[in-house]
């Protein structure tokens, strides 16, 4: 069965650098979270979109941004890169936004080193 | 808020034991919970999904179990092998996905 594509798995980026994140989501999944893991850390909510739409927001920085696009797959933009980012980032894919039921599926994440 | 709560934090057991971890929840009013296995720098992958309406959930050597008044969830592992060794992550929806802070396993041969 299809799962949540995320690319690159990993990037390697220098301080004040821009990196762009890249999540396809199981096909006729219309949902997608992004989440953030630091080292030894319980991965964080980031932001949600439903329908191309932002549905909800977490513990996202203003330097970061993200997007979906009309084949649902997203996008996280993290400019003006710190040390503190360097974590997993994981997209993850559900359908049906107002669904609290249906369960979340994760990617493989993509790891983000800033040096 | 929510707030999720493992413990222990890390466990160390030998190869063949039953095992019991445990995840509690502050808020009740959930859709459902999720339990995760991470390995080392790896993704998530989901091992049960209990909604609100149920008990538990069984798959294989696995067994979730979901009490949502008191907030707690256990998940046991029968026969523990050295390949269950990974973190334990369990994950309770409300509108949001929150995570609590796993449990690290190691099953020594």
């Known amino acids: 069965a299809a799962g949540v594509i995320q690319s690159p798995r990993h990037l390697i980026k220098e301080k004040r650098e821009t990196a762009t994140l890249k999540c396809y989501p199981i096909p006729r999944h219309d949902t997608v979270y992004w989440y953030q893991q630091g080292p030894g850390q319980d991965p964080q909510f980031l932001i949600s979109?439903?329908?191309?739409?932002?549905?909800d927001k977490g513990s996202i920085p203003d330097r970061f941004s993200a997007q979906q696009f009309s084949d649902y797959h997203s996008e996280l933009n993290m400019s003006s890169l710190e040390l503190g980012d360097s974590a997993l980032y994981f997209c993850?894919?559900?359908f049906g936004r107002g669904l609290y039921n249906s369960p979340l599926h994760f990617g493989n994440g993509t790891r983000l080193t800033v040096t | 808020k929510q707030e999720v709560t493992q413990i222990p934090a890390a466990l160390s057991v030998p190869e063949g034991e039953n095992l019991v971890l445990n995840c509690s929840f502050t808020?009740?009013?959930?859709?459902?919970l999720q339990w995760f296995r991470q390995d080392p720098g790896k993704g998530l992958t989901s091992l049960l999904l209990?909604?609100?309406?149920?008990r538990e959930q069984t798959s294989g050597r696995l067994n979730a179990s979901l009490d949502k008044s008191s907030g707690r969830s256990t998940l046991y592992i029968a026969a523990s092998q050295p390949g269950d060794s990974a973190t334990y992550l369990c994950?309770?929806?409300?509108?949001?996905?929150?995570f609590g802070k796993g449990t690290k396993l190691t099953v020594n041969p």
């Open positions: 808020d009740s009013a959930i859709y459902n």
């Open positions: 993850a894919s559900s």
């Open positions: 209990i909604q609100s309406s149920q």
């Open positions: 979109f439903y329908e191309k739409m932002q549905s």
């Open positions: 994950a309770v929806r409300s509108e949001k996905l929150v």
